[in-house]
């Protein structure tokens, strides 16, 4: 007789225990800007994850330009993926695994609530040759600080972005570089900024090497980006991020963003 094991089944079989985050690792994230926790998702969950990328990949090649569909945003042109916004509108098992407790819990330590808004929950892929890269910049820019679409209501920040490689990150394949502590400069609208490399110190830039299920959580504050993928293989990276319930005024792409979610612990 054949067992038919469903994805989610699979995936509850194999899940690790949540971690809560030591005293140092929260005065890091909030002093360097970010922090890396290794190897929190098993290579068989990874798997799982990278099949959702591989099926989104294929619908987002055969999209052309950037639409809506099928309750993700993917933002496209031609054969190129900048990125597939909301991917759990149309893989919702993705959206099982953001609101895992591995995630969960180190996000609700550092913003100290058990519920939070997810804005995000997005793919990057950069394919070999595709060109995609992320100039220096903050993703409280993204959240509308400095409009009506954001308030910083804790004063540090009130989100946290968490970034989980599918493939393995290596120095060739575009990694993301942080600024260490450029967290603590505030706010620098980078994207007005004649040159940006008279804000803050280019030559600090720390590359983050990662291996598929490693995850880096890093602060709105934090400045960042990535160059091309100049290797011969993928550099996937899932996205979640997570707001503070009151921070976000902004509807979001997506069927379902800006859920909120609660940190289950059973
Ligand atoms: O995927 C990348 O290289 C960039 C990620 C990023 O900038 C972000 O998550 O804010």
New binding site residues.
């Given amino acids: 007789m054949q067992i038919n094991i469903s994805h989610s089944n699979e995936f509850a079989i194999r899940k690790k225990k949540p971690i809560s985050l030591t005293v140092k690792e929260i005065e890091d994230f909030y002093t360097i800007g970010y922090i890396v926790l290794r190897n929190l998702f098993e290579p068989s969950e990874v798997d799982l994850i990278s099949q959702c990328f591989d099926r989104l990949q294929k619908t987002a090649q055969t999209l052309g330009s950037t639409q809506i569909y099928n309750g993700s945003q993917f933002v496209v042109e031609n054969q190129r993926i900048d990125r597939i916004v909301w991917m759990g509108g149309a893989e919702p098992e993705l959206l099982k695994i953001s609101e895992e407790a591995r995630i969960l819990l180190p996000v609700s330590q550092l913003l100290k609530v058990n519920s939070m808004e997810q804005l995000i929950c997005q793919g ?1 892929y ?1 394919l070999p040759g595709d060109q995609v890269k ?1 100039d220096w ?1 903050q ?1 409280c820019q993204h959240r509308g600080l400095g409009t009506a679409d954001w308030i910083d209501i804790d004063g540090r920040g009130s989100y946290v ?1 968490t ?1 989980m490689a599918i493939d393995e990150v290596t120095v060739h394949n ?1 990694p ?1 570089s942080f600024i260490p502590y450029s967290v603590q400069k505030g706010y620098l609208a980078l994207d007005q900024a004649a040159q940006v490399s008279e804000l803050f110190d280019i030559e600090s830039a720390v590359p983050l090497l990662m291996q598929p299920g490693d995850i880096a959580f890093f602060s709105p504050y934090a400045i ?3 160059e091309e993928n100049r290797s011969t293989g993928s550099r996937r ?1 899932f ?1 979640n991020g997570f707001a503070t319930p009151g921070a976000n005024q902004k509807v979001y792409p997506g069927n379902g963003a800006g859920r909120t979610v609660r940190l289950s612990l059973d």
């Fill in positions: 990057h950069k992320f910049h993703d972005q970034l575009g993301v960042h980006g990535s990276v996205i």
